[in-house]
């Protein structure tokens, strides 16, 4: 995923079957992301604020000026957040820039052409539906 996503909403989890709370799907099940575990009464605990802080906080598109300067930052919002807490706090070399970085006009080409196509369209019983 190239996407801001879930991990930089406080309020959104994703838990294992052992019960550890993860605020990035891409990583569940590696423990050191964790950043809580589910009470006996469903509720959660956490177990790991610097993980919690660094997922709200560390991955602030916004705070690297390289991004902010980029022309493709409100089409990415600075890629993946995971990817780029790697980078930032373990030495990663995530690409974290969107595929059609460099490419937009063949990505727009090709766009227009399924566009034309009908690949777009709703199919003609949901347009009937909906009259």
Partial sequence: MTYECAIRN??????????????????????????GKLGKDGNVIVT?????H????????????????CSYLPMCAGGCPIQRIENEFEGGCNDVCITH?????????????????????????EVKNEK
């Fill in 101 to 125: 970085k460099n490419h937009i006009s063949e990505w727009l080409s090709i766009h227009l052409e399924l566009k034309k196509l009908g690949y777009f369209s709703k199919p003609e019983e």
């Fill in 54 to 69: 660094r997922n709200l906080y560390g991955a602030d598109p916004l705070a690297n000026q390289e991004r902010i300067e």
């Fill in 48 to 52: 790991n604020q610097i993980e919690l």
């Fill in 10 to 35: 406080k309020n959104t989890f994703a838990i294992d079957p052992e019960g550890y709370v993860y605020q990035c799907w891409e990583v569940i099940g590696n423990k050191k992301y964790a950043v």
